[in-house]
């Protein structure tokens, strides 16, 4: 039978959510809880692959299982077997036809920074650090300026093989709380660093370091040298993903 979960988890200590051989992936560590909880091999198929060092708490994946345990006990019976990291939030019997990475509709990520003269150790796991004050005028202009369809070429890691790098922006949101930033983005599909490289190239526009000019060219012509920095993965946050229907009650 198959079966879809929510789960979430700090990515600090994995090397992301796919299996490899040169680190702990999340993909592994559920693949280990079934192991051990159902003693067959399951594979676990997400919405899609997070970098090594980021974050979840709404990833949605896919597996089939052969077990009598209630769909939405299957959570229960993994937790039980996963490291203190990782967590099955929801689980449910996934309609006919369900793929969690093939039906999804939208995902909504989240990049967090804090504006501070000092770095604060409890924060930095989940948030960048940023010295100084932020125009957050100038950075909610800059997200406005990523809405819509739009090739996102220059905001692709070079190493990524994809067979289009064009990609739809439903929304990005800019919100503040002290000195707290959060940037939630909400696309169809996303590259890979896109997020991050949005984060940044937001970041220098409202910095200074770079013009509306640059980024609207970055669209364009897809030029890498208009756009910021790839930010770090210790700030971003898979937040959730939109299927177009509730999949779990």
């Known amino acids: 039978m198959r079966y879809a979960l929510k789960v979430a988890y700090d990515g600090t200590d994995f090397c992301g959510w796919q299996v490899q051989s040169n680190g702990y992936s999340v993909q592994q560590a559920l693949s280990d809880a079934a192991k051990a909880a159902f003693g067959e091999d ?16 709404g990833q949605v994946c896919h597996a089939d ?4 345990i209630p769909a939405d006990r299957l959570a229960d019976a993994l937790n039980c077997h996963l490291p203190q990291s990782v967590a099955v939030l929801a689980s449910a019997a996934a309609p006919e036809g369900f793929n969690a990475n093939r039906s999804a509709k939208k995902k ?3 990049y967090s920074m804090y504006f501070a003269p000092r770095r604060n150790p409890l924060k930095d ?4 650090h ?6 957050l005028s100038a950075l909610k202009e800059a997200a406005s300026l990523f809405v819509g369809e739009h090739d996102f070429k220059a905001y692709c890691a070079s190493r990524s093989q994809v067979k289009t790098t064009v990609r739809t922006v439903y ?4 919100e503040a709380e002290g000195e707290d930033v959060k940037i939630s983005v909400c696309g169809g599909g996303f590259l890979y660093n896109m997020m991050r490289t949005m984060a940044g190239t937001m970041l220098g526009y409202a910095m200074g370091s770079l013009s509306r000019a640059d980024i609207v060219n970055s669209l364009l012509s897809g030029d890498r040298k208009l756009v910021g920095k790839t930010m770090p993965a210790r700030g971003l946050l898979l937040k959730d993903v939109d299927y177009g229907f509730e999949l779990f009650a």
Request: net charge neutral.
């Open 42 to 57: 399951v594979t676990f198929t997400a919405s899609g692959r997070t970098d090594s060092g980021v974050h979840a708490l």
């Open 171 to 174: 929304s990005v949101e800019v």
């Open 108 to 110: 909504t990520y989240v």
């Open 125 to 128: 796991r989940y948030s960048v």
């Open 130 to 135: 940023i010295r100084g004050a932020i125009d």
């Open 65 to 68: 299982i052969m077990t009598n």
